[in-house]
Nanobody, 118 residues
Framework: QVQVVESGGGLVQPGGSLRLSCAAS????????MGWYRQAPGKQRELVAA???????NYADSVKGRFTISRDNGKNTVSLQMNSLKPEDTAVYYC????????????WGQGTQVTVSS
């Protein structure tokens, strides 16, 4: 089995920074794509940022230039550095991993709350 644990998040003032991390452990051959999604109250879950195993990245237009996704393939971790945070970034953030054991399976983190407010 695979365990996915998120850390980070919390309350920050507008313009501040936070860093989210997500680690996968267990019987893992490799992790293919990794990503971060978020879901605000009353809204659908949306992709924030994604990174391939080769390091190619993709960002939502709303976070380009402010957020940076990175990964450590040796540790099966993915991080999201969030700078210049805005109130509209407030949401529950989820990591998403495509884990290869015998075949590829999608896993989600438990979610972490990010609140941007003065």
């Amino acid at each position: 089995q695979v365990q996915v644990v998120e850390s980070g998040g919390g309350l920050v003032q507008p313009g501040g920074s936070l860093r989210l991390s997500c680690a996968a452990s267990g019987s893992i051959i490799r992790v293919n794509a990794m990503g971060w999604y978020r879901q605000a109250p009353g809204k659908q879950r949306e992709l924030v940022a994604a990174i391939t195993s080769g390091g190619s990245t993709n960002y939502a237009d709303s976070v380009k230039g402010r957020f940076t996704i990175s990964r450590d393939n040796g540790k099966n971790t993915v991080s999201l550095q969030m700078n210049s945070l805005k109130p509209e970034d407030t949401a529950v953030y989820y990591c998403n991993l495509r884990v290869v054991q015998w075949w590829e399976t999608e896993y989600w983190g438990q979610g972490t709350q990010v609140t941007v407010s003065s």
